[in-house]
């Protein structure tokens, strides 16, 4: 396994740590184990970073010339899947997610090696807004990394007080960019005709999407794709860039840097703080220290919002036991006493969003990777059926989030009537649905049986509190609620 680079000096000593985090957490998105995911983190990091510089070089002996690439941050996500890949071809596949497997193998993954104009929108249009150098950055780290304005303009030496109209401005720069790339696109003669009608439907969020194009949109992969990019209202747009530009497992990786800002600014755990408020004398010591050992520093610097945010789906194989075992909460939440809490409610998560404008066919596939491209159609919540008569514990509430021709997005929240210091969740799928990427909780599934273990940061549930997480899952012929909802073993009843 090859070492990281050495930082050149002060400012990319503080790049590679941000960077590393970021990296750190894709590639354990894209492994079977926290050690696979640290050969996979290293590999990439140090190709990424070798082309940044090639890049980077580049550009200065061009005096100014544009050329079109992309921000450090997703230019080393990208690196991350080439690593994936090159790793499939080699034989090393068993590292890899089953999922991920699949999808290196699939048209969808395909498109991003493949000719350029036949690559994703959200690709082409962050690659070409390269004129100004911290266009593509802004945009990246407001909209994906989740990161404050603040923190935002700070990190790339804006005014903090002209942040947001930038932000607006950049918004509306990537937008025509889209629009450009689809125009440039090779495209039948339908999908042409309805491309002008798109451009104006999507530049307003007061604008009715005529019936006719929102069929169109549901059985076309390609437009649905391009109204993603193009609407920059309704909270799609970070899904579409995640999606379009990382690939496989962009909503997944969406809700892990929520979460690692949210512990980051000290929201999802006491005791963090703002680093904008951060003592720069103390920054300067960081900064010292990551010049003595890059690895090191690195792993310490991310640990803590790491530790909140690497939520990977249990079982997938291809790691030792103990790597397994590393990743997932310890104990068993049955035990005498595991219950016995000091009264704390937990942060619900916020739910990802998706963008599109209703469910495609059945008959359609659009792929492995619906995020940012799927014409989702958000269901009100439903509730499961009471598991038993028992005594029940709990109320549980099972929200169908989005759904598309194979796969669908899904909420569960539990409300406990009892302090809990160490849950897990378990339900039956009654269609052979399959979860496959989890937040906010591990899962271990066997058969149609599934189990949620709490995370680290939200095991600890006040008496009448709430918890909650979501997950991606797959389905074929039907994909009805699941049943039996129990929590620790205990029955909930719907509500």
């Known amino acids: 396994m090859p070492d ?62 544009r050329t079109a ?36 193998h699939s048209e969808n993954a395909a498109r ?24 593509a950055a802004l945009l990246w780290l407001a909209e994906v990394e989740s990161l404050p304005l603040p923190t935002v303009a700070r990190r790339l030496g804006l005014d903090p007080a002209t942040a947001a109209g930038e932000l607006d401005q950049v918004r509306t720069l990537f937008r025509d960019r889209c629009h450009r790339a689809h125009l440039d696109s090779p495209m039948d003669a339908q999908c042409r005709s309805y491309a002008r009608l798109l451009d104006a439907v999507t530049r307003s969020p007061l604008a009715e999407t005529p019936g006719d194009l929102s069929r169109h949109l549901a059985t076309c992969v390609q437009c649905a794709e391009a109204a993603a990019c193009l609407r920059l209202h309704g909270g799609g747009l970070p899904a579409a860039l995640a999606g379009g530009v990382i690939g496989w497992g962009g909503l997944a990786y969406l809700e892990r840097r929520r979460r690692a800002t949210e512990v980051r600014l000290g929201t999802g755990r006491p005791g963090t703080e703002d680093p904008d408020t951060a003592d720069p004398k103390e920054d300067a010591g960081r900064t010292r220290m990551l010049r003595r050992g890059l690895v090191a520093t690195a792993v310490v610097l991310s640990a803590l919002a790491l530790g909140a945010s690497l939520m990977p789906f249990d079982g997938s194989g291809g790691d030792t036991a103990a790597a397994r075992d590393a990743r997932q909460p310890v104990g068993d939440p049955e035990l005498p006493g595991i219950d016995a809490a000091p009264a704390r409610t937990t942060v619900p998560s916020a739910t990802p969003s998706t963008s599109g404008t209703s469910r495609p066919p059945r008959g359609t596939k659009p792929g492995p990777e619906p995020q940012g491209t799927s014409s989702a159609t958000r269901r009100a919540p439903r509730t499961s059926a009471p598991a038993t008569t028992r005594t029940t514990a709990c109320r549980v509430s099972y929200d169908l989030v989005s759904q598309w021709t194979d796969g669908f997005q899904a909420t569960v929240t539990v409300v406990t009537d009892r302090a809990l210091n160490g849950w897990q969740v378990s339900w039956t799928f009654r269609d052979g649905q399959q979860a496959r990427q989890m937040w906010d909780a591990t899962a271990r599934q066997d058969g149609p049986h599934v189990t949620a273990f709490a995370a680290d940061y939200d095991r600890t549930v006040a008496a009448h509190g709430t918890l909650s997480f979501g997950f991606i899952g797959s389905w074929t012929d039907a994909n009805r609620d699941p049943s039996a909802f129990t929590l620790n073993g205990r029955p909930c009843a719907s509500g």
Not at 39 to 53: C, N
Not at 84 to 95: I, L, P, S, V, Y
């Open 4 to 65: 990281l680079p050495t930082p050149q000096d002060d400012a990319e000593a503080a790049l590679f740590a941000e960077c590393w985090d970021a990296v750190l957490s894709y590639a354990d998105l894209c492994t079977s184990g926290s050690l696979t995911a640290h050969q996979l983190a290293t590999e990439a990091f140090t190709l990424g970073m070798r082309e940044v510089r090639a890049a980077a070089s580049t550009h200065v002996r061009g005096a100014g010339r």
């Open 69 to 104: 690439r992309l921000p450090t941050v997703p230019a080393l996500l990208t690196a991350v899947r080439g690593t994936a890949a090159e790793w499939e071809a080699d034989g090393q596949g068993h590292k890899l997610d089953p999922d991920l497997r699949l999808w290196l």
């Open 112 to 135: 991003f090696a493949g000719p350029p104009l036949g690559r994703p929108i959200a690709l082409r249009g962050l690659r070409d807004m390269q004129e100004q150098e911290a266009d």
